[in-house]
């Protein structure tokens, strides 16, 4: 029996070559093929540049000789080869030519560096010379291949006399190069290795950045950054240090009501609230910041990423947490006004049957009665004029909670909504709102001034003209001219320990109902202010 052999185990996932690695790869082969395309450009320009100065020098050798006095009287005289043979060689020896060769014009040798070759055909093409012409070529002879030039020689009379030839061999051109061609070859390798050294270290770089992730990974992520950038509820700001939005995902976008600000120059053509605006631009981190824009109660948080690098911000909406926290206050308040009612009606309970117990009848019936007229009156007012059950409660619980405070509350006589002319779009949270915040104001300003005059709110309450009018004046130390620009700017009070928000919110909600919201008194004799907040009834909601 065999041996059983151990099961195999999972294969090992091949892992992927990273993009930097793919990249110096890349960038290694392109440098390789660059230098090596170079370098043969570069011999192939070198030789050819050695083989014309080859023949330039030959050219100037032989057509020297040629023209030499000494050459031509030895070519007319009895011993040529006595006389121009050491003279051949001196020529030689002083112009580095490999030979030089005179002969007869039939191409007989009179002159060679082998003297055993004097007196011998000459190996090569004269025929052009034989008719007074240059001649230049490569042609193989008793020393090899060789570079050779052959030049006619003139007695007075301008015949041919004798030839010329000099020539430098391909084996000496070739000689020649092999410096140039070590250089050349040493730079190569130097242009090679640095540019590797080069792409090493951007590509270490490179995986730096990418933390080692191919291409398909980091398409993988950049999908992933997509998808949760748009699926993310929160608003998220992305800022370089010269404050440019360089991201903007889409809840950021329909927050604050931007089209497209990726691109531009600053956080200032965005058309955001000076506020905004300034905390944006600070260098400082913003932690939970409340920010009010046309439309929208926003939570602002900053971070600054790294040093000098830019700011990450993110956006929350708090439009309906504010409205849900000031419907609580408003039933925080009537809550205290009841139990104070309550307490109040206990007391006047407890005179009532004091009253019986004395015997006086009489006394405890009108007690009872005046009690109960006083408290029915303003009820029945609310109730008759205002249809709209909202705000016949809204109204009906700042009294109460207003006469707690001291605070007389009235609903003016012009005062009239009928049920069902209120449109949809305007929610009972909007008019909690709207008129909650305002009556607020209005106490808090009255009881301020009560020291100059009897606390006392007036509210009106009708539609006008195919509006909604609310008005809300009060006895309190009105408003200076000069800060009616900034009354309903976020962060404008005049409390001590107030914050600013709620004439804020009620002009933010004003214009998200397509209406508006002004400070003034038309008609309005004495002192204290007057809100006045219009909606249109039939006009449909307007974006800021």
Known sequence: MHPTSPPAGPARPRRRRSLAGRLFAVQVVIVGAVVAGGAVLAYLFTAGRAEDTARHQVTAVALSLADAPTVREAATGPDPSAVLQPYAQRVRTDTGVDFVTVMDPRGIRWTH???????????GHIDQAQQGRLQQETYTG??????????PVYDDGHHVV????????????SARLRTPLLALVGIAAGALALGAAASYLLAARLRRHTHGMDAEELAHLYDYHQATLHSVREGLVLLDRDHRVLLCNDAARELLRLADPVGQPTVRQLDLPSSLTRALESAEPVRDEVHLTAERVLLLNTSPVGPGLGTVVTLRDHTELQGLTGELDTVKGIASALDAQAHEAANRLHAVVSLIELGRHREAVEFATAELALAQRLTDQVV??????VLA?????????AAERGVELHLTEDSRIDDGVLPDRLTPRDLVTLLGNLIDNAVDAAIENAAQAAPEVRVTARTDDGHLLLRVADTGAGVDPAAADEVFRRGWTTKQHGRGLGLALVAQTARRNGGDVRLGDPGRPGGGAVLTVRLPLQRPAVDA
């Open 113 to 123: 560096p082998d003297p055993a070759q004097i007196g011998r055909p000459f190996l």
């Open 142 to 151: 008793t020393l090899g291949p060789s570079v050779r030039v052959v030049a």
């Open 162 to 173: 004798a030839l010329v030839s000099a020539g430098i061999t391909v084996d000496n051109i």
């Open 384 to 389: 008759g004029a205002v249809g709209e059950p």
């Open 393 to 401: 409660a809204l109204l009906l619980g700042k009294a109460a909670q």
